[in-house]
């Protein structure tokens, strides 16, 4: 029982990281008395699906090739890379680096410029690089150490916020005003925690594995209960966060992003010492997660490669120091598109594992529900970034971002009826 909670505590911090910290007082702020609504949309994607996305990693056998063993091996391959470069050295990974400087170390420095970052980032992917060659011994640095202390300090903020609010909720604000709950959902994206938990899982079921658990039974026991634990303290700390923006009229003024509010709200209710609270929980939050994304992308690019994983490990710290040089705001913009491109196809993945012995031809069926997927969150992306696709505005859903929904389910509905001279083999493989 001890090494169960000490896993679901590492899941919950690879999870929490630079995104779950920053979006949710934003959205709350924003979402105002729609709070309710909004948040619930946000726990869905940034909790459930990563949560259904363990379990489904556990019923697939516990790793990449169980969640796409009806794919193409190249395809299955080439999404693998992408979700890898995107959670790992492309935005991900740097924006820990990036949330962890901008919050807990800029407040400190007089005179914060791009030297200041640079070394920052060189020593912060330096200590996430130590941690992470240590795979072995994660569970025990990261389940049983690091986390305990970091959602001690989050509990005590989480009490400090529902006993002394820092101003009245306002009247929602944009589209939290008329969708509140899409806004809510659409903003969950941002965590790339669905993302996370296909290739987390892989990850924990080595930790598993390395525990000396290898039956397959007890380790998708272990898995779904990890899932279990880190899905309760990701909800704990976004209903906090949420309510914390919500509640942040007067003290969030002249605040432009989730961080500033965080910031300004820490330092009403500590005083002085808030600003070393908070310190203390984005620097913890943001380097177990780089330490869970370079172990993660390491070990699978090790997979794939002759290099080593260690040398990976090392090549991924490097990439992820460069990269988080680029600024905190330009890093989110460029991740936008690519999330509203991929993230339908992920959870489209998800959706199939549950349903795949009901698919008339899973390889066949497979194939079409993440081609429709794919092919309608193109155009959600397309019109994030200003190409002109309002001639399909005739499709369900796109006016708020979700293009990709229905004719995705409508697929899926599809493949449990056409079938092909492999069915039989195809579904019981």
Same mark, same amino acid.
């Given at each position: 029982?001890?090494?169960?909670?000490?896993?679901?505590?590492?899941?919950?911090?690879?999870?929490?990281?630079?995104?779950?910290?920053?979006?949710?007082?934003?959205?709350?702020?924003?979402?105002?008395?729609?709070?309710?609504?909004?948040?619930?949309?946000?726990?869905?994607?940034?909790?459930?699906?990563?949560?259904?996305?363990?379990?489904?990693?556990?019923?697939?056998?516990?790793?990449?090739?169980?969640?796409?063993?009806?794919?193409?091996?190249?395809?299955?391959?080439?999404?693998?890379?992408?979700?890898?470069?995107?959670?790992?050295?492309?935005?991900?990974?740097?924006?820990?680096?990036?949330?962890?400087?901008?919050?807990?170390?800029?407040?400190?420095?007089?005179?914060?410029?791009?030297?200041?970052?640079?070394?920052?980032?060189?020593?912060?992917?330096?200590?996430?690089?130590?941690?992470?060659?240590?795979?072995?011994?994660?569970?025990?640095?990261?389940?049983?150490?690091?986390?305990?202390?970091?959602?001690?300090?989050?509990?005590?903020?989480?009490?400090?916020?529902?006993?002394?609010?820092?101003?009245?909720?306002?009247?929602?604000?944009?589209?939290?005003?008329?969708?509140?709950?899409?806004k809510g959902f659409l903003e969950g994206y941002n965590t790339m925690d669905t993302f996370a938990a296909?290739?987390?899982?892989?990850?924990?079921?080595?930790?598993?594995?390395?525990?000396?658990?290898?039956?397959?039974?007890?380790?998708?026991?272990?898995?779904?209960?990890?899932?279990?634990?880190?899905?309760?303290?990701?909800?704990f700390v976004y209903i906090s966060l949420f309510y914390l923006g919500a509640t942040s009229s007067a003290?969030?003024?002249?605040?432009?992003?989730?961080?500033?509010?965080?910031?300004?709200? =820490?330092? %009403?209710?500590? !005083?002085?010492?808030?600003?070393?609270? &908070? #310190?203390?929980? *984005? +620097?913890? /939050?943001?380097?177990?997660?780089?330490?869970?994304?370079?172990?993660?992308?390491?070990?699978?690019?090790?997979?794939?490669?002759?290099?080593?994983?260690?040398?990976?490990?090392?090549?991924?710290?490097?990439?992820?120091? =460069?990269? %988080?040089?680029? !600024?905190?705001?330009?890093?989110?913009? &460029? #991740?936008?598109? *690519? +999330?509203? /491109?991929?993230?339908?196809?992920?959870?489209?993945?998800?959706?199939?594992?549950?349903?795949?012995?009901?698919?008339?031809?899973?390889?066949?069926?497979?194939?079409?529900?993440?081609?429709?997927?794919?092919?309608?969150?193109?155009?959600?992306?397309?019109?994030?970034?200003?190409?002109?696709?309002?001639?399909?505005? *005739? +499709?369900?859903?796109?006016?708020?971002?979700?293009?990709?929904?229905?004719?995705?389910?409508?697929?899926?509905?599809?493949?449990?009826?056409?079938?092909?001279?492999?069915?039989?083999?195809?579904?019981?493989?």
């Amino acid at each position: 029982m001890t090494d169960i909670i000490a896993l679901g505590f590492m899941t919950f911090a690879f999870f929490l990281g630079a995104g779950n910290i920053i979006f949710p007082p934003q959205a709350g702020l924003a979402a105002g008395d729609n709070l309710l609504p909004a948040m619930f949309g946000f726990l869905v994607t940034a909790v459930g699906l990563p949560l259904i996305g363990i379990i489904a990693v556990a019923v697939a056998g516990g790793g990449w090739k169980g969640l796409t063993r009806d794919l193409p091996p190249a395809v299955a391959t080439l999404m693998a890379v992408l979700i890898f470069i995107i959670i790992g050295p492309a935005f991900a990974a740097p924006r820990t680096g990036l949330v962890a400087y901008e919050m807990a170390v800029k407040p400190f420095i007089a005179d914060a410029g791009q030297t200041s970052l640079t070394l920052f980032s060189v020593i912060f992917f330096a200590v996430a690089l130590f941690f992470a060659w240590s795979r072995g011994k994660l569970i025990d640095m990261i389940g049983k150490f690091l986390t305990p202390a970091l959602f001690a300090v989050l509990a005590v903020l989480a009490v400090a916020v529902f006993i002394n609010p820092q101003g009245e909720i306002l009247a929602a604000q944009g589209d939290y005003a008329n969708m509140a709950f899409t806004k809510g959902f659409l903003e969950g994206y941002n965590t790339m925690d669905t993302f996370a938990a296909l290739m987390f899982g892989m990850l924990i079921v080595d930790v598993i594995r390395k525990k000396g658990v290898t039956d397959e039974k007890a380790t998708c026991t272990y898995l779904i209960y990890a899932g279990i634990i880190a899905a309760a303290g990701l909800a704990f700390v976004y209903i906090s966060l949420f309510y914390l923006g919500a509640t942040s009229s007067a003290v969030s003024a002249g605040a432009d992003n989730g961080g500033a509010i965080l910031a300004a709200y =820490v330092q %009403a209710l500590f !005083g002085p010492v808030g600003q070393l609270i &908070l #310190s203390m929980i *984005v +620097l913890l /939050a943001c380097l177990t997660t780089a330490i869970g994304l370079i172990s993660a992308c390491a070990d699978y690019f090790s997979s794939l490669t002759k290099l080593s994983y260690e040398k990976w490990a090392v090549i991924l710290a490097v990439v992820c120091a =460069v990269v %988080a040089n680029v !600024g905190l705001n330009q890093l989110i913009t &460029l #991740s936008i598109p *690519v +999330l509203f /491109a991929l993230y339908p196809v992920a959870v489209a993945l998800v959706a199939l594992t549950f349903v795949r012995r009901k698919m008339a031809n899973p390889r066949m069926g497979y194939r079409m529900v993440l081609l429709v997927s794919l092919v309608f969150s193109l155009i959600d992306a397309a019109k994030f970034v200003g190409i002109d696709v309002s001639a399909l505005h *005739v +499709l369900p859903l796109f006016d708020y971002g979700m293009a990709w929904v229905l004719p995705t389910l409508a697929a899926l509905v599809v493949s449990f009826f056409i079938g092909g001279t492999e069915q039989a083999e195809a579904r019981t493989a």
